[in-house]
């Protein structure tokens, strides 16, 4: 391949891809991401003018360090004319240069994460609603515009209803073609086009690159997962580079669009979602690759960088680095010289701020700061010349017409320039409201739809709307997130402007084009559905239908109708869809919900980034749960609760604390070996802390009451163990504090076995029966169902017992002596601890499950796929069936499996095999999975685990095992197959490998 330096190429691209030599058109001034650009600003510069949106910037990933693209406004420049894009309420802006007078805007569907290009006359917008806009430069006209996506289809995605292939491939304009991709989940399509830029036609596309089957970032880790798309593409003269998220970039050849490479295991925690083109080589994430092969040649160091034609300026923290290309001779592996080619340091300037900007204008560099922007002589005197207070922090720069233009998080937008300060203010567009009589009627209306419905946030969708009065009133007075569903396009754009004046376009409220009989939405999201046009005019029967597929089950509402005559329709549980209520599914531990639904193929139905500090992956911390539409989810200092079908935060729960002891330890004692210390049980969540056990209400997060263990306050022994909840009655065990079992870990207050089991009234807190333990109890040696309690009285293995953790300690090994231990499996009735009958020969498990249906109780030890840690006692290698009326033994095998079993029917399934419940004689199971060290959890027609990425098993199809790319799952039970969806909160946390994303999410099955 023909090699050429960024900078030569560039020079060759200006001659014909730019409006003007001085103008800066494109995300850092050129194809290449320099930011730089030879023409200087003046010496003195005054603000000229000064821009604030009404809202400030909504980036898609707010908690995540290494996906940054849209954390301001970014700015170019074309035409003495500044162009920026917001993701908060979803418009182009276009602004005079010199005036900083509104000129024009431009609506999309979606959030505008990227800056435009420009060529010619016009420039192109990419948006989440997963189009390429073409808009005319001197008044915003649409010229043609290009879907991404194979469809219109929007699912809830990063808070917002977007494309299902939001276009996240940054625009590139490269002579007289414009590149952009769409799609951000590889198992769902990624597409990236090369497009005529004056017709919008393809010049080719590459559609096939997000499922290629590739090695994943850890190694041994193979997946049918491929490349995102997530950030600024970038082009050379040869290349097109597509920044993937977290991970490093993907080439591909720029005439034709084919793949080249993707080194996401070759470079395991490297990558991040900016990329810039220097020299022969490319800049990601504080490291030099080379352009043609991908392989890392350099670490340069994080921090905003310029392209310069003799090397690299880089900010690196309070200080400038710059650096030139130096041809340094060395020898290969064989012993032949060679040159290599190197970044050498010149000159470090030290200044006094954090540099958060940086680009280059002639010979001065412009640094970026916290509240202010700086000029810098790098090349001579190395020192600050200039400088100005700016509100916010500065994260975007553009350079053109002896004027910078500055963006900070803020959504303020600066301009300085040689002129004297402009004291005039960009005038304001009066907001018009509506007519008095009109407001009444639509705010009567709002506050009947809220009298008279019980869902007061999450989403509202208004179809068949003819204008947007009855979503404005309804955004004054809920905290509804309002999508309004208009079929014409022209009272769609006088809506949009009247929201937009509003102040509640974008963060409140948002128009889409779209024939409300035929919605581009996913179904059972929206919790409120409302019509304004049935105020005055009936719905049609297909209206109807339409409004009650996209309604949310387990409460969900639609109202419609006249004012003062309004109907209300809840919608009821959603038949087939299985709860997932305590660690292992359910109180009788089958690792199964049951749910008849979901099946695969997968994909992708909602995503989000969410600021809920969870533990640490290796610490293997609780499962998520699902019952009745809301997904619980522990975290460090307590839980939350989301909406299972749109994502939407429910409540926040604080519990200092809460999960810290998972945090931080890596692979030792932990929730597989002490149980979960939260479960769901009618209306209701119940979380134990030392003592102390929280009743909380399911829906609103809210506290119900306190449940104290059932013993004495100088009793030694006085914290929850295990914690369970069955037809009305909470369960719990007090723990035995002297039992410690971690080698490794001081000071942890996990515990896995019990002194007294005890079953408490759900509804009034109130003791009903407690049961002393001949010797002991072990916590995930108790299963609950058909009105009966089981669990295992033995003795306690002292081969588990650790004296005096230290560091690297290790488990003690195996004791002959506990192969004789005293036990006995016993049967109570479950509400007044009865009696049912007990069993004391050859009690070996150390984990219990029970098959309802067959009346059948499991008997097993711990199943796990690692060797990092696990207590002596779990030795292994047997499984026991016995008939739950009588104790009876049914069936004794010996049988290997390194995964909890699965209680599937009259199936039981593991990693390692498969057996009928009924007889124990094994049955034909293909199961083969890649790396990852997590449990399976399941329903009725699927598995779901970790295999490299999320892996997945229909068991109604001979697919084998499938994937869904881009992340990774947790270390024990993270993926939750309830409520007719895959569920899964972040099970990465504190991960640095470089999967594309880390993202809480939801996935549907194919119908």
């Known amino acids: 391949m023909k090699l050429l330096s960024s900078f030569a190429f560039l020079i060759i691209g200006c001659a014909f891809s730019t409006p003007a030599s001085a103008d800066w058109p494109q995300f850092r001034g ?111 006209s649409l010229l043609w515009k290009k879907q991404g996506g194979p469809q219109r289809k929007f699912i809830m995605g990063n808070d917002r209803l977007i494309s299902h292939w939001p276009a996240r491939g940054g625009p590139a304009v490269v002579g007289d073609q ?65 920044p993937t998220g977290r991970a490093v970039p993907a080439a591909f050849e720029r005439s034709t669009g084919k793949f080249q490479y993707y080194h996401l295991q070759k470079n ?11 020299d022969q080589f490319f800049c990601n994430a504080g490291c030099l690759y080379d352009q043609t092969n991908g392989d890392l040649t350099q ?20 200080s400038l680095v710059y650096s030139e290309w130096s041809d340094t001779p060395a020898r290969d592996r064989k012993g032949q010289p060679i040159t290599v080619r190197q970044l050498k340091e010149k000159r470090l300037i030290p200044l006094d701020y954090e540099i958060t900007d940086l680009i280059i204008a002639g010979n001065d560099a412009y640094c970026g700061s916290h509240n202010k922007v700086t000029g810098v002589d790098y090349k001579a005197q190395a020192n600050s010349w200039w400088s100005h207070d700016i509100k916010g922090t500065v994260r975007g720069l553009a350079a053109s017409d002896d004027c910078l233009v500055v963006s900070t998080d803020q959504g303020v937008i600066s301009c300085f320039t040689n002129a004297e300060p402009n004291q005039t203010k960009t005038r304001k567009r009066p907001f018009r409201e509506m007519p008095l009589s009109v407001r009444q009627i639509y705010s009567t209306a709002a506050q009947e739809i809220c009298d008279k419905t019980d869902v007061k946030s ?21 905290t509804f997130q309002i999508y309004v569903v208009m079929k014409d396009a022209e009272h769609a754009a006088t809506a949009r402007q009247f929201l937009h004046d509003a102040g509640l376009y974008g963060s409140r409220v948002v128009v889409h084009v779209a024939d409300s009989e035929q919605l581009p939405y996913s179904k059972h999201f929206a919790n409120l559905v409302i019509c304004s046009a049935s105020l005055y005019r009936d719905m049609t029967p297909q209206l109807l239908s339409e409004a009650r597929r996209i309604q949310r089950p387990y409460g969900g509402q639609f109202c419609r109708g006249p004012v003062r005559k309004m109907q209300v329709e809840t919608k009821a549980d959603l038949q087939g869809a299985g709860s997932w209520t305590h660690q292992y599914s359910n109180s009788t531990n089958t690792v199964n919900s049951d749910d008849e639904i979901v099946k695969g193929p997968l994909k992708m139905y909602w995503y989000r980034d969410m600021d809920f500090q969870i533990p640490n992956r290796h610490g293997q911390g609780p499962a998520p749960l699902v019952n009745r539409g ?21 409540w926040k729960y604080r519990l200092k604390n809460n999960l810290t002891d998972m945090n ?68 719990g065990s007090v723990s035995n504090d002297a039992h410690y079992t971690s080698p490794r870990y001081k000071g942890l207050k996990l515990r896995n076995e019990s002194v007294l089991f005890f079953a408490m009234d759900a509804n009034t807190g ?118 739950a009326k009588t104790g009876k033994r049914i069936w004794d095998i010996k049988a290997e499996y390194q995964s909890h079993p699965v209680i599937n029917g009259d199936k039981i399934y593991a990693q390692g095999g498969a057996w009928n419940l009924k007889t124990g004689k094994p049955i034909d199971f293909q199961f083969d999975r890649s790396y990852g060290c997590g449990q399976i959890s399941a329903s009725k027609h699927m598995m779901v685990f970790r295999s490299a990425t999320l892996g997945y098993l229909d068991l109604t199809r001979k697919a084998g095992v499938e994937n869904f790319g881009g992340i990774r799952l947790g270390c024990y039970i993270n993926a939750i197959p309830a409520g007719g969806l895959v569920l899964v909160p972040d099970g990465s946390s504190q991960c640095n490998c470089s999967y594309q994303m880390q993202a809480w999410f939801a996935l549907e099955g194919s119908e």
């Not at 134990?688 to 449940?707: A, P, Y």
Request: net charge negative.
């Open 299 to 318: 670490q340069t160091g994080t921090g905003p960088m310029v392209a310069t034609p003799k090397g690299i300026l880089r900010g690196s923290g309070q």
């Open 664 to 731: 931080g330890i890596h692979h030792d004692l932990s929730t597989a070996e002490v149980g979960s210390n939260f479960c769901l049980g009618g209306d209701d969540v119940f979380v134990s802390k030392d003592d102390v056990c929280h009743q909380i209400n399911l829906k609103t997060g809210k506290l119900v009451r306190k449940i104290s263990t059932p013993v004495s306050r100088d009793d030694p022994n006085q914290n929850w163990g295990y914690l369970g909840y069955h037809d009305g009655v909470v369960y």
């Open 268 to 278: 395991q925690q490297r990558g991040g979602a900016e990329v810039v083109l220097a």
């Open 30 to 140: 050129d194809a290449a991401r320099s930011g730089y650009t030879e023409a200087p600003l003046p010496n003195r510069m005054e603000l000229q003018w000064t821009f604030r949106t009404k809202h400030a910037p909504a980036p898609a990933w707010p908690t995540h360090t290494r996906i940054k693209f849209d954390e301001v406004f970014q700015p170019i420049i074309v035409d003495q004319t500044v162009l920026f894009g917001s993701s908060a309420d979803d418009q182009l802006y276009a602004l005079d240069l010199k005036t900083g007078e509104l000129k024009w805007k431009f609506f999309t569907e979606g959030p505008i994460r990227f800056a435009p290009a420009a060529w010619k006359d016009r420039v192109f917008v990419a948006s989440d609603d997963g189009c390429l806009y073409a808009l005319a430069i001197k008044d915003g």
């Open 630 to 650: 809301v997904m619980v989810v522990g975290g460090l200092h307590g839980l939350c609760g989301l909406d299972a079908y749109n994502g939407h935060t429910l």
């Open 766 to 883: 109130t003791l009903l029966w407690t049961y002393q333990p001949e010797y002991s109890i072990r916590n995930n040696a108790i299963t609950i169902g058909n009105n009966s309690v089981y669990l295992v009285d033995r003795e306690i293995a002292k081969a588990d017992h650790i004296k005096e953790a230290r560091r690297n300690g290790r488990p003690n090994p195996p004791s002959p002596e506990d192969a004789l231990r005293k036990g006995k499996l016993k049967a109570f009735h479950a509400k007044t601890g009865k009696d049912l009958w007990h069993d004391d020969q050859e009690i070996f498990g150390t984990q219990l499950a029970l098959s309802e249906d067959h009346e059948i109780l499991l008997m097993f030890y711990q199943g796990i796929r690692h060797n990092f840690f696990q207590l002596p006692s779990e030795v292994g290698g047997r499984m026991a069936a016995i008939d």
């Open 178 to 242: 414009v590149y952009f991709a769409a799609g951000v989940w590889p198992s769902d399509g990624v597409y990236l086009y090369a497009l005529d830029a004056a017709t919008g036609h393809v010049i080719w596309d590459n559609q096939n690159s997000g499922q290629m089957l590739m090695n994943q970032p850890h190694g041994g880790a193979s997946a049918k997962s491929g490349v995102s798309s997530q950030g600024y593409l970038a082009a050379s003269e040869d290349q097109i580079f597509m």
């Open 458 to 478: 999450g989403i509202c969708i208004d179809l068949n709307a003819d204008d947007a009065y009855l979503a404005a009133a309804l955004a004054r007075i809920s």
